[in-house]
């Protein structure tokens, strides 16, 4: 297991995407949570412990490196990287529509923290060196078309800051756009927003970037975006102009061909660190929904994963292995060959054999009796499933094979036990 891992591990540190496909049940969620762990801590190797791993993976998650989602047909380019949000001001003036960050633009910023580049001591210092409205200095907005001027009053929870051009009549240091300092705090390290003011926040935390080189700089430590059923969404809508970005040799801190862009809302200057690595899952019968195009395909990595019953006789309890087996096999096949299983004698002449395999983790039970539930509600409504869409072909057998399946049994043991005792 470990050393599957790490052959995966290598090809996503090399091409930095990599997808997972294969039919339901093969493991792609646990095989994610083990690239993913074994990433971003090459010291654990206990694979062979479900818990252990799922433990770090939680720990690595509750620490920021790890981040999971799943795509849907309704998400879009403004849920992931950055769009206009309703934001309803606290002085109940009304509503304003403000730059939020999606998951996407938040884990690639805190990738790009190097460790060591507190940008959260680099605030306090800043906001030493602009103490007082004599002090104060120009930054550019985000747009780079107009300027701001910001200084702060010892004592203050507020950075105050103002229009370079400001033709205001009340005193010289009238803030009317004062800055939460927390709240631009946690602007800068992605956990957060400044509410009133974020794009004012962005362009004082860019202009604390750049008095201490800040920018452009990628941390250490690896981070993750696990993208769950990522078919499931129009992939290149969601992306959008950063679908160039994901190639390694345009990736920021260690691409040949860096490529930063210009986001659409906030106006920011963009890029993918070299240290954001992304793994999508996707199951090879699902044909309800979008497809991914050779534009896509070209920046991921495919790995496919098929069913095993290795992992059954592995895993599984020896009071109920045999059987977990032998059903398996029964509907599955015995090798790839197997022209007498199931899925091969039914199979459309659209799918590939791996793509239809019912996956092991259906047979996973821990005695006859969760066998056989998970053979009555999982395993047999799939197939039917399958059948119904034109996955695979009905015949007139089919439901003696679903009635034995659904009492644990083998249909054509069964069918030979029968054979022999009519013979007799």
């Given at each position: 297991?470990?050393e599957?891992?790490?052959?995966?591990?290598?090809v996503?540190?090399?091409k930095k995407?990599i997808?997972?496909q294969?039919?339901?049940?093969?493991?792609?969620?646990?095989?994610?949570?083990?690239i993913?762990?074994?990433?971003?801590?090459?010291?654990?190797?206990d694979?062979?412990?479900?818990?252990?791993?799922?433990?770090?993976?939680?720990?690595?998650?509750?620490?920021?490196?790890?981040a999971?989602?799943?795509?849907?047909?309704?998400?879009?380019?403004?849920?992931?990287?950055?769009g206009?949000?309703?934001?309803?001001s606290?002085?109940?003036?009304?509503?304003?529509y403000e730059?939020?960050?999606?998951?996407?633009k938040?884990?690639?910023?805190r990738?790009?923290?190097?460790?060591?580049?507190?940008?959260?001591?680099c605030?306090?210092?800043?906001?030493?060196s602009?103490?007082?409205?004599?002090?104060?200095?120009?930054i550019?907005?985000?747009?780079?078309?107009?300027?701001?001027?910001?200084?702060?009053?010892?004592?203050?929870?507020?950075?105050?800051?103002?229009?370079?051009?400001?033709?205001?009549?009340?005193?010289?240091?009238?803030?009317?756009?004062p800055?939460?300092?927390?709240?631009?705090?946690?602007?800068?390290?992605?956990?957060?927003?400044?509410?009133?003011?974020?794009?004012?926040a962005?362009?004082?935390?860019n202009?604390v970037?750049r008095e201490?080189?800040?920018?452009n700089?990628?941390?250490?430590?690896?981070?993750?975006?696990?993208?769950?059923?990522?078919?499931?969404g129009?992939?290149?809508?969601?992306?959008?102009e950063?679908?160039?970005l994901?190639?390694?040799?345009k990736?920021?801190?260690?691409g040949?061909?860096?490529?930063?862009?210009?986001?659409?809302?906030s106006?920011?200057?963009?890029?993918?660190?070299?240290?954001?690595?992304?793994?999508?899952?996707?199951?090879?019968t699902?044909?309800?929904?979008?497809s991914?195009?050779?534009?896509?395909r070209?920046?991921?990595?495919?790995?496919t994963?098929?069913?095993?019953?290795?992992?059954?006789r592995?895993?599984v309890?020896?009071s109920?292995?045999?059987?977990?087996i032998?059903?398996f096999?029964?509907?599955?096949g015995?090798?790839?060959?197997?022209?007498?299983?199931?899925i091969?004698q039914?199979?459309?002449?659209?799918?590939?054999?791996?793509?239809?395999?019912?996956?092991?983790?259906?047979?996973?039970?821990?005695?006859?009796?969760s066998?056989?539930l998970?053979?009555r509600?999982?395993?047999?409504?799939?197939?039917?499933?399958?059948?119904k869409?034109?996955?695979l072909?009905?015949?007139?057998d089919?439901?003696h094979?679903?009635?034995?399946?659904?009492?644990?049994?083998?249909?054509?043991?069964?069918?030979?036990?029968?054979?022999?005792?009519?013979?007799e």
């Amino acid at each position: 297991m470990k050393e599957e891992i790490d052959n995966y591990v290598r090809v996503l540190e090399l091409k930095k995407n990599i997808i997972l496909q294969g039919a339901p049940g093969t493991g792609k969620t646990y095989t994610t949570a083990s690239i993913a762990v074994r990433l971003c801590n090459k010291d654990f190797a206990d694979f062979s412990d479900h818990s252990k791993v799922m433990a770090e993976y939680e720990r690595l998650q509750d620490e920021g490196q790890i981040a999971f989602c799943t795509f849907h047909q309704s998400m879009d380019y403004e849920d992931f990287v950055e769009g206009l949000k309703p934001v309803v001001s606290e002085d109940g003036g009304g509503i304003t529509y403000e730059v939020e960050d999606g998951l996407f633009k938040s884990l690639c910023q805190r990738a790009q923290m190097k460790e060591g580049a507190d940008i959260i001591s680099c605030i306090d210092t800043y906001l030493e060196s602009i103490k007082g409205y004599e002090n104060r200095k120009t930054i550019p907005t985000l747009t780079g078309k107009s300027q701001l001027n910001v200084w702060w009053k010892e004592g203050n929870k507020t950075i105050s800051s103002r229009s370079a051009f400001s033709q205001s009549e009340k005193e010289e240091d009238y803030s009317p756009s004062p800055l939460n300092i927390e709240k631009v705090k946690l602007q800068a390290i992605g956990d957060g927003k400044e509410n009133n003011w974020p794009s004012y926040a962005a362009a004082f935390i860019n202009a604390v970037k750049r008095e201490y080189q800040l920018e452009n700089q990628i941390s250490s430590k690896p981070y993750v975006l696990i993208i769950d059923e990522i078919n499931r969404g129009n992939v290149s809508k969601i992306f959008g102009e950063l679908i160039t970005l994901l190639e390694a040799d345009k990736r920021s801190g260690g691409g040949d061909h860096h490529i930063r862009l210009t986001l659409p809302y906030s106006k920011e200057s963009f890029a993918v660190p070299a240290n954001l690595y992304i793994i999508g899952t996707m199951n090879t019968t699902d044909r309800s929904t979008g497809s991914i195009d050779y534009a896509v395909r070209r920046r991921f990595a495919f790995v496919t994963l098929e069913a095993s019953a290795e992992v059954i006789r592995t895993h599984v309890d020896e009071s109920v292995r045999d059987l977990a087996i032998s059903l398996f096999e029964e509907i599955n096949g015995k090798s790839r060959d197997d022209q007498n299983s199931f899925i091969y004698q039914h199979k459309s002449g659209d799918f590939e054999l791996e793509d239809l395999m019912i996956g092991h983790s259906y047979f996973m039970a821990d005695d006859i009796e969760s066998l056989r539930l998970k053979m009555r509600y999982e395993v047999v409504p799939l197939i039917k499933e399958y059948i119904k869409d034109g996955i695979l072909r009905g015949k007139k057998d089919d439901e003696h094979y679903f009635s034995s399946w659904m009492d644990a049994k083998c249909y054509l043991t069964k069918l030979s036990e029968d054979s022999e005792d009519l013979v007799e």
